[in-house]
């Protein structure tokens, strides 16, 4: 148990559909992070934020928008998906950019 | 942006000593760094964290030269479930307002362990 929760664990949507990811911390962390792993690939960060302000965006297509309403929570919207949009999508906390604390991950399918 | 080189793969078989070494030409004075292991369709786990010479715990060794340009990971005798793909991942503490540019994964390095 890392004390970070990720909900859904797994998620099937279609192109036309809006869904939420969720990631919770109870590690008093301070930053969180949006991760995306493709397969046989290797992570690839899509957002921080520190202190519930978004530091980095790395160039990620705006149907994916991140929300960080307090600390502990941090969500990812998904809307209009595409198929090479499938992969696990990881959550992260740490304290201060310091070891990273991961999530179990949501396995996402776009048909 | 203090990327990181490691082999692809490795192999080992059980009971073998292993150590991967990671490549941080350009680390900064305040970046740690820090060792993940990854299991299929899983989040990376901390293995273990430091900042110079020798960190020891309960399942791997850390060995960071003087120069701090690379490290090794020692795996002592590995088995099994202890195939994965390692990670080495060098970074430095946030403030308030300031922004990430040094969080970088990297590929990792497939370990497997055969019997």
């Known amino acids: 148990e890392t004390g970070v929760t990720q909900t859904p664990r797994h998620l099937v949507m279609g192109m036309t559909n809006k869904k939420s990811l969720k990631c919770e911390q109870h590690?008093?962390?301070?930053?969180m992070y949006w991760y995306k792993q493709s397969a046989k690939k290797p992570l690839e960060l899509m957002f921080v934020?520190?202190?519930?302000?978004?530091?980095e965006n790395n160039s990620v297509p705006s149907r994916f928008s991140p929300e960080c309403p307090n600390s502990s929570h941090l969500f990812l919207h998904l809307h209009t998906l595409q198929p090479e949009d499938s992969a696990l999508y990881l959550c992260?906390?740490?304290?201060?950019?310091?070891?990273?604390?991961f999530g179990p991950g949501t396995r996402l399918t776009v048909l | 942006l203090a990327k990181t080189t490691q082999p692809i793969s490795m192999d080992s078989y059980e009971g073998q000593e292993v150590n991967i070494t990671c490549s941080h030409n350009?680390?900064?004075?305040?970046?740690?760094i820090t060792w993940y292991q990854q299991f299929p369709s899983q989040g990376p786990r901390f293995i273990i964290q430091?900042?110079?010479t020798k960190v020891t715990n309960e399942v791997a060794s850390l060995f960071i030269p003087a120069d701090r340009k690379s490290s090794t990971l020692s795996l002592p005798r590995v088995s099994l479930s202890d195939t994965a793909v390692y990670y080495c991942?060098?970074?430095?503490?946030?403030?308030?307002?300031?922004?990430?540019?040094?969080?970088?994964f990297g590929r990792g390095t497939q370990l497997t362990v055969w019997p």
């Open positions: 430091g900042y110079k």
């Open positions: 992260a906390s740490s304290f201060r950019g310091d070891t990273q604390y």
């Open positions: 934020y520190n202190f519930k302000e978004q530091t």
């Open positions: 590690l008093g962390h301070n930053a």
């Open positions: 350009n680390i900064a004075t305040n970046d740690y």
């Open positions: 991942l060098v970074g430095g503490l946030l403030d308030r307002g300031s922004t990430l540019g040094r969080l970088y």
